[in-house]
């Protein structure tokens, strides 16, 4: 983890904790169960928080090395908190080109984060990403799976708002 990264407290409700010890529980034992366990982990958790990957060590008995060698292995698993939405500027070539990155800037300088980076609140993530394979849309972003193309840096502004001013 890099100086700049945000660190975020570990907050886990007790279903989640119930749902992820029924899972640890289930593997106990498995050869191979750290995977699923990372797995499941990531789906319920959003990330990999270092709380639960020592549960996952000290439960299925696998060194904290091994899990962290192959959660990185993968890019399916995040250390990081992810925020309730997620924000993907497109920044391949045609949505690059007709105005992605002033679409990016706008939403980095309004919701003062960097790409790659989440709110203090966890509410939003941002990211910039490479072409999402709807070049005719360009540019497009997401958010989480909505895609919204044909954007101006001002359609981009409001489309922002409306999940702003989501709870």
């Keep these: 983890?890099?100086?700049?990264?945000?660190?975020?407290?570990?907050?886990?409700?007790?279903?989640?904790?119930?749902e992820f010890e029924e899972?640890?529980?289930n593997l106990q034992g498995v050869q191979g169960g750290q995977m699923p366990a990372l797995q499941e982990?990531?789906?319920?958790?959003?990330?990999?928080?270092?709380?639960?990957?020592?549960?996952?060590?000290?439960?299925?008995?696998?060194?904290l090395e091994?899990?962290?060698?192959t959660?990185?292995?993968?890019?399916?698993?995040?250390?990081?908190?992810?925020?309730?939405?997620?924000?993907?500027?497109?920044?391949?070539?045609?949505?690059?080109?007709?105005g992605a990155g002033d679409i990016l800037d706008s939403y980095a300088t309004s919701l003062k984060i960097k790409p790659g980076e989440t709110t203090p609140d966890r509410k939003f993530t941002l990211e910039s990403v490479?072409?999402?394979?709807?070049c005719g849309?360009?540019?497009?972003?997401?958010?989480?799976?909505?895609?919204?193309?044909?954007?101006?840096k001002k359609k981009g502004d409001k489309v922002l708002v409306t999940y702003l001013n989501q709870e």
Excluded: W
Excluded at 85 to 96: E, H, P, R
Excluded at 130 to 134: F, K, T, V, Y
Excluded at 137 to 152: C, D, F, K, S, W
């Design 1 to 18: 983890m890099s100086v700049k990264e945000k660190v975020f407290d570990f907050i886990e409700t007790e279903s989640q904790h119930q």
């Design 71 to 98: 959660a990185t292995f993968y890019s399916q698993f995040t250390f990081v908190p992810k925020g309730k939405y997620t924000i993907s500027v497109c920044m391949g070539t045609a949505c690059y080109v007709k």
């Design 130 to 134: 490479r072409c999402i394979g709807a």
């Design 66 to 69: 091994k899990l962290y060698s």
């Design 137 to 152: 849309l360009a540019p497009v972003i997401t958010v989480n799976e909505e895609v919204y193309g044909r954007l101006t």
């Design 41 to 63: 982990a990531q789906r319920i958790y959003g990330y990999l928080p270092v709380e639960v990957l020592e549960r996952i060590s000290k439960k299925l008995d696998v060194p």
């Design 23 to 25: 899972c640890l529980n």
